[in-house]
């Protein structure tokens, strides 16, 4: 608030607050000719009768007008001015949101100090991860972790980052990064769809899907060069991948962008970029175990 | 040209100054005895006992009547009621009210006079009152007197006793809402939580300066329900009335005498003497009454002493004072009484359904709607939903989940849920079809979760999107 706005709400109460104590004061009594139990007030034949309210309810009055001046002293609503007392909604939110922590952290205490598998074995343990899930992880990775396109899903055994307890860990803790750079100028746009046919056929699915036995040989080793040159020291030769780069396998059939032809060329022509927001800080680490804790006991039925 | 508008002289009127705001007369209320003040005795004795006894009882191991506002569970006796239940709170509140207005229409202000706990408390306050300072005419001269020790004694005799009632009614109704037993403990051991504790002095103050100080003032300027009853009345309703037909010319006289120029009334005051709200009930009906009869037992032992008739003052109606008949009767076939019978016996049969139709286990089924395109493998389709079961036991359940849908859709995972004693699960299941066997865009399907004894449903769709 700029110091005329501050001025002007300044202003404004102390003017209605003054003149609402002269109102109150003003008409506390009034002068009437008459002695016959009314007003003197007639409006259209109608006559007031005098009916005092209680002394008391005019006290009352008084109590709130200085509980509004106390009020404006130790509260912020003066303008720019904050209030004796410090309160302010942000700090308000704050103390709640410690609480909650506090609360939380004290009912969870059973929890503390296990290791991820441990907590993974508890149902316990799992119901609440799952409530955590829900609430943190649900809005990417579906409410039972299914996933959706070019967000993992998180209830099979097939990992991008790595599927073991600290793995897991680390991804929701410190987030992860992919990079899949874009390969169209690199690779020249006409032999795009050859590398996109090799890939296909590393995996047995998406090979018959994509009817590649259809597709020209000299075409699949144009592809295989290309792919030996430029894929191989993320990919690996037989394309399974390296979790320690987030390289996802092309061997399985398992597509975060689809595993159509066409959707694979778009992936490695365009480029990916496949984000997870670190959590540290967020979630405390307590929670982060709980969350992987049933991220782990998903892929445990499979 | 004489047409002079004529010269009219005025003399300056009295000017007098009028306060709009008035200092409370205090009420000096004179004891009676009799038939209406016995009815008041009898039926506020029985609740005042529940009211006092009703926290302290036990029901299974836990307090049989508790409204737990925290937790947001109301406890009574077997029944417990949770927010997804909170109809039945407001049908409760219906009822009470529509209870309310026909018993104003067909009986008038009963609840004022006779269970409103402003007017129980009071008359608990002023039988103290009455104890430590004595009759009407004794307390007026001790409120007159110079301060003297016994003056002195008197009063904080009476507000030591007023506050200790207060507080006991505080505490009580804190009970109600908070355990009881360790409130009491708290209180025994003086380590009450700033949050009970204040709630506690709350209404301690809070029953103290209504009873005690108050009154007639809470009736008059404070309460909604004693200004907008005038709606329930009709000229068939009973009304505390003086008979004027009757009793004027008012004045005294000798002891069981009639002179022939005066009708009943004696004119002893006792009837204004007697009033808790300081009415004179013979200038007819006021919104000041509260329809508590002590003016009817006040004058009434009066007419015995003279040997008259009683019921110069009585329970009767407009009808039966304007038409002057004494055997009036009260007729009960009239549209406000007829209309709030009818609401009042719809809204009863509703609650009682309600009540008895409480479930024990809830389902609810929310579709996801979130990422149609799941990753599922080539040539199936699936759907997700969240099942949010609530489970209203205090014991724990063992639940299993089935689908009744075409063949085709199978429910993927776990079937089996344990829910612990009143918990809330959230549980996200999924449906899987392969594609071509799905047949229609939206199908209906229905969940269904078991106990082992009883099945409970819901409905959901299930929706074939290819990507």
Not at chain 1, 168 to 173: R, T
Not at chain 1, 240 to 262: R, T
Not at chain 2, 312 to 322: D, F, G
């Amino acid at each position: 608030m700029t110091g005329f706005w501050s001025a002007w709400v300044i202003g404004l109460t102390i003017i209605t607050l003054i003149l609402l104590v002269w109102l109150l004061f003003a008409t506390r009594k009034i002068k009437v000719e008459r002695d016959d139990n009314t007003t003197g007030h007639v409006y259209d034949g109608i006559v007031e009768e005098d009916n005092p309210l209680p002394a008391w309810w005019f006290n009352m009055f008084v109590l709130t007008m200085i509980f509004g001046v106390g009020y404006l002293i130790a509260y912020p609503g003066m303008g720019s001015f904050q209030g004796m007392l410090g309160w302010s909604s942000a700090n308000e939110h704050d103390r709640r949101a410690q609480e909650l922590e506090e609360s939380f952290a004290s009912s969870i205490s059973e929890f503390h100090g296990l290791g991820v598998e441990q907590l993974a074995a508890n149902d316990r343990a799992v119901n609440m991860g799952r409530r955590l899930f829900s609430t943190n992880c649900s809005v990417c990775h579906g409410s039972a972790g299914q996933g959706g396109f070019g967000f993992p899903k998180l209830d099979d055994n097939d990992w991008q980052w790595g599927g073991s307890p600290d793995q897991i860990v680390h991804s929701i803790a410190k987030g992860r990064q992919a990079m899949m750079i874009a390969w169209k100028d690199i690779l020249g746009p006409q032999n795009l769809p050859l590398v996109a046919s090799y890939v296909a056929s590393l995996s047995e699915g998406a090979a018959a899907r994509n009817n590649i036995s259809s597709v020209a040989p000299a075409d699949l080793a144009k592809g295989k060069d290309l792919y030996m040159k430029n894929c191989v020291a993320c990919h690996g030769a037989d394309g399974s991948g390296n979790q320690l780069l987030g390289a996802p396998a092309l061997n399985d059939d398992i597509w975060l962008y689809g595993g159509s032809l066409s959707e694979i060329q778009v992936s490695f022509s365009a480029g990916r970029n496949g984000q997870m927001p670190a959590h540290q800080g967020l979630l405390s680490d307590d929670k982060i175990n709980l969350i992987a804790a049933y991220v782990l006991s998903l892929s445990a039925d499979q | 040209m004489n047409d002079k508008i004529p010269l009219q002289e005025w003399a300056p009127a009295e000017v007098e100054e009028l306060d709009l705001y008035e200092k409370r007369e205090k009420i000096y209320t004179r004891k009676i005895e009799g038939f209406f003040q016995k009815i008041r005795q009898y039926s506020g004795w029985p609740l005042l006992l529940g009211y006092f006894v009703l926290p302290w009882l036990q029901w299974d191991d836990r307090q049989a009547v508790l409204f737990d506002l925290p937790a947001r569970k109301f406890y009574i006796f077997g029944l417990t009621i949770w927010p997804q239940d909170l109809s039945i709170l407001a049908l409760l509140l219906i009822i009470a009210a529509f209870g309310l207005f026909l018993v104003t229409t067909v009986a008038g202000r009963v609840w004022c006079g006779y269970t409103c706990p402003q007017t129980v408390w009071t008359a608990i306050f002023m039988w103290i009152e009455q104890k430590v300072e004595g009759t009407r005419n004794q307390r007026i001269k001790l409120d007159k007197q110079e301060w003297s020790l016994q003056k002195l004694a008197k009063k904080s005799a009476k507000h030591g006793m007023w506050l200790w009632v207060a507080f006991s009614t505080g505490f009580t109704f804190v009970g109600y809402f908070t355990p009881v037993y360790e409130l009491g403990w708290q209180v025994y051991s003086f380590s009450m939580p700033l949050t009970p504790l204040s709630w506690v002095v709350f209404f301690t103050l809070a029953t103290y300066i209504n009873a005690g100080w108050m009154r007639e003032q809470v009736c008059r300027h404070m309460c909604p329900y004693a200004r907008f009853q005038s709606v329930m009345f009709d000229p068939e309703t009973l009304i505390v009335s003086y008979n004027p037909n009757r009793g004027e010319p008012r004045g005294s006289r000798k002891k069981g005498t009639q002179p022939s120029d005066l009708g009943a009334c004696v004119d002893c005051q006792l009837c204004v003497q007697v009033c808790p709200t300081g009415i004179d009930i013979r200038d007819g009906l006021q919104y000041e009454c509260i329809a508590c009869a002590l003016c009817i037992d006040a004058c009434d032992s009066i007419m015995e002493k003279m040997n008259y008739p009683k019921g110069l003052i009585s329970y009767t109606t407009e009808n039966a004072i304007k038409t002057n008949t004494v055997e009036h009767g009260v007729k009960l076939l009239r549209p406000k009484v007829l209309v709030y019978s009818t609401v009042l016996c719809v809204m009863a049969s509703v609650f009682a359904w309600r009540v008895f139709s409480i479930e024990s286990l809830e389902l609810n089924v929310l579709r996801d709607r979130q990422a149609v395109n799941a990753a599922v493998a080539p040539g199936m389709v699936e759907n997700r939903y969240t099942l949010k079961i609530v489970n209203k036991n205090d014991e724990s359940k063992l639940i299993s989940l089935s689908l009744d849908a075409p063949e085709a859709l199978q429910l993927v995972g776990a079937k089996q849920i344990e829910l612990q004693p009143a918990e809330v699960v959230s549980f996200p299941v999924r449906v899987q079809a392969p594609i071509e066997q799905v047949t229609g865009l939206v199908l209906p399907i229905v969940f269904v979760i078991s106990d082992g004894n009883r099945q409970y449903t819901h409905e959901s769709r299930f929706i074939r999107s290819e990507r």
